[in-house]
């Protein structure tokens, strides 16, 4: 199976800085990938598909990039409501594959 | 707008079968994918398996002895079974949906979650 490796662990932002998180895949993915964000008690929230193509209501602050083995999820300026753990995912093969995520701390 | 619910029993005794039901309101019946997650307490997301509407199935190697996804005939619930459990299976259990223009759409949906806890 496909590892999908995510760094750092843990990310300390202040509000209003960029954050930038990364996500790894042991083999190419193409651009099967997926970036999930999750708060304490809530379902994952879909918030990027195809590495870099925004879902339906995600803010203009979220962007994705990468192909192949190394993508990048970056927040272009932290909101309170940003504070959360984010997961990557690989769908281009089976079996589905997340990383272990990234908390993104407030700072 | 899609909602799903999901429940299922909350507390199972080792070697007993978890099974969870998620009805999916609203949205295509026709053209999907249907796939269930966990989460066990403090740690990451696993993907459990899947099912299209065509009924084709996909499942994580490391539960696939144990494991079954099925649609009802109105293909409005979906449903998880997971044979023999131990106290390894305790986690909160996600179902989502994505109909087949998921990308059109931009999203996908899942339920509440079902915290299932096995222990004797």
């Known amino acids: 199976e496909i590892v999908m490796t995510q760094s750092p662990v843990t990310l300390s932002v202040s509000p209003g800085e960029r954050a930038t998180l990364s996500c790894r895949a042991s083999?190419?993915?193409?651009?099967?990938l997926l970036w999930y964000q999750q708060k304490p008690g809530q379902a994952p929230r879909l918030l990027i598909y195809?590495?870099?193509a925004r879902a339906t209501g995600i803010p203009a602050r979220f962007s994705g990039s990468g192909s192949g083995t190394e993508f990048t999820l970056t927040i272009s300026s932290l909101q309170s409501e940003d504070f959360a753990v984010y997961y990557c995912?690989?769908?281009?093969?089976?079996?589905?594959?997340f990383g272990q995520g990234t908390k993104v701390e407030i700072k | 707008q899609v909602q799903l619910q999901q429940w299922g029993a909350g507390l199972l005794k080792p070697s007993e079968t978890l099974s969870l039901t998620c009805a999916v309101y609203?949205?295509?019946?026709?053209?999907?994918?249907r796939i269930w997650f966990r989460q066990p307490p403090g740690k990451g997301l696993e993907w459990i398996g899947e099912?299209?509407?065509?009924?084709?199935?996909n499942y994580n190697p490391s539960l696939k002895s144990r494991v079954t996804i099925s649609v009802d005939t109105s293909k409005k619930q979906f449903s998880l079974k997971l044979s023999s459990v131990t106290a390894a299976d305790t986690a909160m259990y996600f179902c989502?949906?994505?109909?087949?223009?998921?990308?059109?759409?931009?999203?996908?949906?899942w339920g509440q979650g079902t915290l299932v806890t096995v222990s004797s």
């Open positions: 195809d590495a870099s």
């Open positions: 995912q690989q769908y281009n093969n089976w079996p589905r594959t």
């Open positions: 099912i299209d509407h065509s009924g084709n199935t």
């Open positions: 989502a949906h994505y109909s087949s223009d998921w990308r059109a759409e931009g999203r996908g949906y």
């Open positions: 083999q190419s993915v193409n651009n099967r």
């Open positions: 609203g949205g295509s019946y026709s053209g999907f994918y």
